[in-house]
C-alpha cells in the first residue's frame, strides 16, 4: 500500500535532494523495511536534508494501510502493523493513536 500511495514520490523527491548535492551515484540504501508500524529507510548517509525527506514519508507510512494505501485506522496488535476498516479483517486490533501494545 505505501508503494502505491507515496512509494514513487518518495523516490522522486530523493533523487532531486541527491541531485542538488551531486550524491546521486554515491548514496545507497542499505535497508528500507516496516518495523513497529511504520517504513523504516536506512542509508549509508545522509544530509539533515535527506533526513528531513525520510523522515516526512516515515511519518506518512504510519497513517497508511501498508496493504491497500487507504487511510489507516487500526493498528494490528502482535505484528505490529496499519490497517484501514477495510483491511484489518479478524486480526487483533487497536484504534489509531492509542498504545498498541495494551490490552
Same mark, same amino acid.
Given at each position: 500500500g505505501?508503494?502505491?500511495?507515496f ?6 523527491? =530523493?533523487? @532531486?535532494?541527491?541531485?542538488k548535492? &551531486?550524491k ?15 517504513m ?12 528531513? =525527506? ?15 494505501? &487507504?487511510?489507516?485506522? &487500526?493498528?494490528? @496488535? ?6 484501514c476498516d ?11 493513536? @492509542? ?5
Amino acid at each position: 500500500g505505501w508503494r502505491k500511495v507515496f512509494g514513487i514520490q518518495m523516490c522522486k523527491d =530523493i533523487r @532531486k535532494q541527491l541531485i542538488k548535492e &551531486k550524491k546521486l551515484f554515491k548514496w545507497r540504501i542499505v535497508q528500507l523495511k516496516e518495523k513497529f508500524s511504520g517504513m523504516r529507510l536506512y542509508s549509508n548517509f545522509a544530509s539533515d536534508e535527506l533526513y528531513n =525527506i525520510i523522515d516526512k514519508y516515515e511519518e506518512i507510512s504510519y497513517r497508511t494501510c501498508g496493504n491497500c494505501g &487507504k487511510p489507516a485506522t &487500526k493498528i494490528s @496488535k502482535g505484528w505490529i502493523y496499519p490497517y484501514c476498516d477495510d483491511c484489518i479483517g479478524d486480526r487483533n486490533f487497536t484504534e489509531i493513536g @492509542k498504545n498498541p501494545f495494551v490490552n
